[in-house]
């Protein structure tokens, strides 16, 4: 069970388990003498008829919500659903009270308002949830942003049925139409021609300002790729007519270089299946489509996932909390030497591409970002990363607290909000993510981190970027909890010893 669909259990789960508990609340209530009967009763016996009662719904109710997804079923599809869940439930609920000679539940009438007063209440529950799930989740942090490439005869159908699931959000959509002769698509891979772009430029490749479902059409032409290329994206589409997979295999190939999963339409897979340096591929059906999913790294344990950011939770917490008197003392000579805020933030990119602010003790002089340009030329680092050596930016109480790396602790919070993890890649610049090429955005295929292989690497003797990315690559690659703390213990070792700090 992936990630949405626990997600959509435990909602499903805890709505049904409201009204199953109101139902038979109500339905106590209408078939006795309110207070006498409540008094009559010991506790003992409550808490066996609901004890019996949870038992009964926990054990049939899982098989009903893990068959349909809940954005696919209709009205009936759901009543349907609802009944049979409702009368097994309280067939073993019924049992139990048998067997548990429970005095609470010996009237059949209430059990039998109380089921129907369950199956009421639990239609109308799934129709809120419906909503809440889709209009909700889809501007979250939970879902994943895709985006849709296809053809204009079948892209209003597709991008409607991506819309219904609330677990996704479309955030552009590409037509191949105009870039198709005679039924054959062509396209010609820039991955050679060493094609860059940044956030302004996919910006402007909206084609007329057209949309379709309300989500603009990004480009009908071949500057699609740039767009996917700067745009934030988790997942892509690909769902076009086109027998020809061979054609479509260069566009396949540049989204596993970003480290993006994509959905291929099944008419043009079976080519490609011996071709593709995928790891992961399965099929699946989306918006009444057949589509395959390729993974290009590694697919995560969704557990294992959640114990990292349970993990980050923790860390972060505690990292606040220690840190707040040392930001403390540390604000007094910081704000004595130099005018400005006591914190910079600056624009980073994070999980693939999405853009947030990071948090940092300012270390340098108020207006260092306006002198960035003319330092350039001593830029010790190759490719796109920045760094020189005494940089004439940086304050005397900077060059402390960055020996320390104190000037890190305020990341903590961006921890806590979910933008980074404690262990990670480490996040680009804008600047620099817009000189990235196709297989360069890989390396944000992962949460950022604080730490990761290349601060434990002494990155101070790491002067070529394609050895950055090789050693995040490595790490996404490589993930484990295991991992992860063992870069955890290394990073307070160098922190201590100053072992590659700048």
Not at 150 to 179: C, K
Not at 332 to 361: A, C, T
């Given at each position: 069970?992936?990630?949405?669909?626990?997600?959509?259990?435990?909602?499903?789960?805890?709505?049904?388990?409201?009204?199953?508990?109101?139902?038979?609340?109500?339905?106590?209530?209408?078939?006795?003498?309110?207070?006498?009967?409540?008094?009559?009763?010991?506790?003992?016996?409550?808490?066996?008829?609901?004890?019996?009662?949870?038992?009964?719904?926990?054990?049939?109710?899982?098989?009903?919500?893990?068959?349909?997804?809940?954005?696919?079923?209709?009205?009936?599809?759901?009543?349907?659903?609802?009944?049979?869940?409702?009368?097994?439930?309280?067939?073993?609920?019924?049992?139990?009270?048998?067997?548990?000679?429970?005095?609470?539940?010996?009237?059949?009438?209430?059990?039998?308002?109380?089921?129907?007063?369950?199956?009421?209440?639990?239609?109308?529950?799934?129709?809120?949830?419906?909503?809440?799930?889709?209009?909700?989740?889809?501007?979250?942090?939970?879902?994943?942003?895709?985006?849709?490439?296809?053809?204009?005869?079948?892209?209003?159908?597709?991008?409607?049925?991506?819309?219904?699931?609330?677990?996704?959000?479309?955030?552009?959509?590409?037509?191949?139409?105009?870039?198709?002769?005679?039924?054959?698509?062509?396209?010609?891979?820039?991955?050679?021609?060493?094609?860059?772009?940044?956030?302004?430029?996919?910006?402007?490749?909206?084609?007329?300002?057209?949309?379709?479902?309300?989500?603009?059409?990004?480009?009908?032409?071949?500057?699609?790729?740039?767009?996917?290329?700067?745009?934030?994206?988790?997942?892509?589409?690909?769902?076009?007519?086109?027998?020809?997979?061979?054609?479509?295999?260069?566009?396949?190939?540049?989204?596993?270089?970003?480290?993006?999963?994509?959905?291929?339409?099944?008419?043009?897979?079976?080519?490609?299946?011996?071709?593709?340096?995928?790891?992961?591929?399965?099929?699946?059906?989306?918006?009444?489509?057949p589509m395959a999913t390729f993974a290009a790294a590694a697919t995560y344990n969704s557990s294992l996932l959640a114990l990292k950011r349970l993990f980050d939770i923790a860390v972060s917490l505690i990292g606040c909390i220690i840190s707040a008197p040392i930001i403390a003392i540390t604000a007094i000579p910081l704000l004595r030497e130099s005018k400005g805020p006591l914190f910079f933030k600056q624009l980073r990119v994070g999980k693939n591409g999405r853009v947030f602010y990071i948090y940092k003790l300012r270390s340098m002089y108020a207006d260092a970002e306006e002198h960035k340009a003319e330092l350039m030329a001593d830029n010790k680092m190759e490719g796109n990363m920045f760094k020189i050596d005494d940089d004439p930016r940086i304050t005397k109480v900077g060059r402390v607290?960055?020996?320390?790396?104190?000037?890190?602790?305020?990341?903590?919070?961006?921890?806590?909000?979910?933008?980074?993890?404690?262990?990670?890649?480490?996040?680009?610049?804008?600047?620099?993510?817009?000189?990235?090429?196709?297989?360069?955005?890989?390396?944000?295929?992962?949460?950022?981190?604080?730490?990761?292989?290349?601060?434990?690497?002494?990155?101070?003797?790491?002067?070529?970027?394609?050895?950055?990315?090789?050693?995040?690559?490595?790490?996404?690659?490589?993930?484990?909890?295991?991992?992860?703390?063992?870069?955890?213990?290394?990073?307070?070792?160098?922190?201590?010893?100053?072992?590659?700090?700048?």
């Amino acid at each position: 069970m992936n990630k949405r669909a626990k997600i959509q259990f435990w909602f499903e789960f805890s709505t049904d388990l409201i009204c199953l508990v109101l139902a038979n609340l109500i339905s106590y209530l209408f078939f006795s003498n309110v207070v006498a009967k409540i008094l009559s009763y010991p506790v003992s016996e409550w808490v066996r008829y609901y004890f019996a009662l949870f038992v009964a719904f926990a054990v049939t109710a899982g098989g009903f919500y893990s068959r349909i997804d809940i954005h696919k079923r209709n009205r009936w599809a759901e009543f349907v659903s609802v009944v049979k869940n409702g009368v097994l439930t309280y067939l073993v609920f019924f049992a139990f009270i048998i067997l548990m000679k429970n005095t609470v539940g010996d009237s059949r009438y209430m059990i039998f308002s109380s089921l129907i007063l369950f199956i009421g209440f639990s239609c109308v529950g799934k129709y809120f949830l419906k909503r809440y799930l889709t209009r909700q989740f889809t501007t979250s942090r939970i879902a994943s942003i895709v985006g849709v490439i296809t053809t204009s005869d079948i892209a209003e159908e597709f991008v409607q049925g991506i819309n219904e699931d609330w677990s996704m959000r479309v955030s552009g959509i590409v037509l191949l139409d105009d870039f198709c002769e005679n039924g054959v698509f062509k396209y010609k891979s820039k991955l050679a021609q060493g094609a860059v772009n940044g956030y302004s430029g996919y910006k402007t490749a909206v084609a007329e300002k057209k949309e379709i479902c309300d989500i603009p059409v990004i480009s009908t032409d071949e500057s699609f790729m740039e767009w996917i290329r700067s745009a934030p994206l988790d997942e892509v589409f690909i769902n076009v007519n086109y027998q020809d997979a061979m054609q479509i295999q260069p566009i396949v190939e540049e989204l596993e270089d970003m480290g993006i999963t994509v959905h291929l339409n099944i008419p043009v897979l079976e080519k490609m299946l011996d071709e593709s340096k995928f790891n992961n591929i399965n099929c699946k059906t989306y918006a009444g489509f057949p589509m395959a999913t390729f993974a290009a790294a590694a697919t995560y344990n969704s557990s294992l996932l959640a114990l990292k950011r349970l993990f980050d939770i923790a860390v972060s917490l505690i990292g606040c909390i220690i840190s707040a008197p040392i930001i403390a003392i540390t604000a007094i000579p910081l704000l004595r030497e130099s005018k400005g805020p006591l914190f910079f933030k600056q624009l980073r990119v994070g999980k693939n591409g999405r853009v947030f602010y990071i948090y940092k003790l300012r270390s340098m002089y108020a207006d260092a970002e306006e002198h960035k340009a003319e330092l350039m030329a001593d830029n010790k680092m190759e490719g796109n990363m920045f760094k020189i050596d005494d940089d004439p930016r940086i304050t005397k109480v900077g060059r402390v607290i960055r020996k320390y790396s104190i000037d890190e602790l305020p990341q903590f919070f961006n921890v806590l909000r979910g933008d980074m993890s404690i262990i990670g890649t480490r996040p680009p610049t804008v600047d620099e993510f817009e000189r990235y090429e196709s297989r360069h955005k890989r390396r944000l295929s992962m949460r950022p981190g604080i730490s990761g292989m290349w601060q434990v690497s002494g990155r101070s003797d790491i002067l070529d970027f394609e050895e950055v990315v090789e050693l995040d690559c490595k790490y996404i690659d490589e993930w484990s909890p295991m991992l992860d703390m063992k870069i955890f213990f290394k990073t307070i070792l160098v922190v201590l010893t100053h072992k590659g700090a700048e």
